[in-house]
């Protein structure tokens, strides 16, 4: 059973574009959240999603950032106009569908490290 | 505020030390506790995790933690550690009601053979 897979692993853009980070859930899960870690820092969590609906962006900037997790394909974290701050390690997690608050846990990806030249 | 707190930034041991590493967390209501570790080059891994009952928590590899609600404490503990456990260790917490977790800033363990 696959697990959590994010792609790229490593990408760099120059300030101004955007940048598109992209999360497969593991094989049954459909809720989907993303995290940030800026350098000497812990993750931060940003968006919570479940297939086509957004049910908790607490965490994401109120302007560059949006996400979507659509009914086929993987979720993506959308960055535009990318700037300096922005370089981080972008981590995305699944969880299954959840039968009661306290039985689930969230599986991470590997992450995908955002560089901003 | 919802925060998490790890007092050690950087540990470094023996293989055959003790270790403990402490989280302390800051919330209103009743909570789900996770320790997490990510080992070089690799994804965060779930070690324990903490819902109700028995406040001492048995995980993976030989790491146990204890939740003292007085003191807001969910400690990690292993009593012998070995070079593989080089890592970065990560305390979270959940409220009940809620999906995020909400991280500390971990602690690097680094274990010398």
Redesign the interface.
């Given at each position: 059973n696959a697990?959590?897979m994010q792609n790229p692993r490593h990408l760099v853009r120059r300030r101004g574009q955007e940048a598109r980070l992209r999360c497969s859930p593991m094989k049954g899960h459909s809720?989907v959240?993303w995290?940030r870690q800026l350098p000497?820092?812990?993750?931060?969590?940003m968006v919570?999603l479940q297939k086509e609906n957004i049910?908790?962006e607490?965490?994401m900037p109120k302007e560059r950032f949006s996400a979507e997790f659509p009914k086929e394909g993987p979720s993506i974290l959308r960055i535009q106009q990318v700037v300096r701050g922005d370089s981080a390690a972008y981590?995305c997690?699944s969880?299954p569908p959840t039968s009661g608050?306290?039985?689930y846990?969230?599986?991470?990806?590997?992450?995908t490290r955002l560089t901003v030249t | 505020a919802q925060s998490?707190s790890?007092h050690n930034h950087h540990v470094i041991l023996s293989e055959a030390a003790s270790l403990e590493l402490g989280c302390n967390y800051s919330y209103g209501g009743t909570v789900?506790l996770?320790w997490?570790v990510q080992y070089p080059g690799?994804?965060?891994?779930?070690l324990l995790?903490y819902?109700?009952g028995d406040p001492l928590v048995k995980g993976i590899k030989g790491f146990e933690a204890e939740f003292i609600k007085s003191k807001f404490s969910f400690n990690l503990r292993k009593p012998s550690v070995q070079w593989s456990d080089t890592a970065e260790y990560?305390c979270?917490v959940k409220g009940?009601?809620?999906?995020?977790?909400?991280?500390?800033?971990?602690t690097r363990l680094q274990v010398f053979p």
């Amino acid at each position: 059973n696959a697990g959590v897979m994010q792609n790229p692993r490593h990408l760099v853009r120059r300030r101004g574009q955007e940048a598109r980070l992209r999360c497969s859930p593991m094989k049954g899960h459909s809720h989907v959240y993303w995290y940030r870690q800026l350098p000497e820092e812990g993750l931060k969590f940003m968006v919570y999603l479940q297939k086509e609906n957004i049910i908790d962006e607490s965490g994401m900037p109120k302007e560059r950032f949006s996400a979507e997790f659509p009914k086929e394909g993987p979720s993506i974290l959308r960055i535009q106009q990318v700037v300096r701050g922005d370089s981080a390690a972008y981590f995305c997690a699944s969880s299954p569908p959840t039968s009661g608050r306290n039985l689930y846990e969230q599986y991470f990806g590997p992450g995908t490290r955002l560089t901003v030249t | 505020a919802q925060s998490v707190s790890q007092h050690n930034h950087h540990v470094i041991l023996s293989e055959a030390a003790s270790l403990e590493l402490g989280c302390n967390y800051s919330y209103g209501g009743t909570v789900n506790l996770f320790w997490y570790v990510q080992y070089p080059g690799q994804h965060l891994q779930l070690l324990l995790k903490y819902f109700s009952g028995d406040p001492l928590v048995k995980g993976i590899k030989g790491f146990e933690a204890e939740f003292i609600k007085s003191k807001f404490s969910f400690n990690l503990r292993k009593p012998s550690v070995q070079w593989s456990d080089t890592a970065e260790y990560f305390c979270a917490v959940k409220g009940y009601n809620t999906d995020k977790l909400i991280f500390g800033t971990g602690t690097r363990l680094q274990v010398f053979p």
